[in-house]
Nanobody
Framework: QVLLVESGGGSVQAGGSLRLSCRAS????????MAWFRQAPGKEREFVAV?????????YYADSVKGRFTISRDNAKNTAYLQMNSLKFEDTAVYYC?????????????????WGQGTQVTVSS
């Protein structure tokens, strides 16, 4: 497993932007697919975005964030990012990064074995 630490959460007005970071420990970061999930109060955790391992050639997004969020990775820094633009009130949630072996459009939680502690994103309307 890999240790993951998220940062970059905070409070922002609707229409604003935030960039989340997820720093991973260890030397094998490149070999992991990296994903972001989120959990809003009273709701189940849901898939947000995923990027494939190594070059990150493949990315997939939940329909609710497509066109507004961008996932990326910097293997030299052992870090994955989630750029969030045009934020909406309904994006308010705790955001978790996760590391796994595969990146698929469905973003199944069971494919990811390592999870961060989460970072709060609050969007005010």
């Amino acid at each position: 497993q890999v240790l993951l630490v998220e940062s970059g959460g905070g409070s922002v007005q609707a229409g604003g932007s935030l960039r989340l970071s997820c720093r991973a420990s260890g030397r094998t970061f490149s070999s992991y697919a990296m994903a972001w999930f989120r959990q809003a109060p009273g709701k189940e955790r849901e898939f947000v975005a995923v990027i494939s391992s190594w070059s990150g050639a493949s990315t997939y997004y939940a329909d609710s964030v497509k066109g507004r969020f961008t996932i990326s990775r910097d293997n030299a820094k052992n870090t994955a990012y989630l750029q969030m633009n045009s934020l909406k009130f309904e994006d308010t949630a705790v955001y978790y990064c996760a590391a796994g072996l595969t990146a698929t459009p469905k973003g199944l939680q069971r494919d990811f074995r390592s999870w961060g502690q989460g970072t709060q994103v609050t969007v005010s309307s």
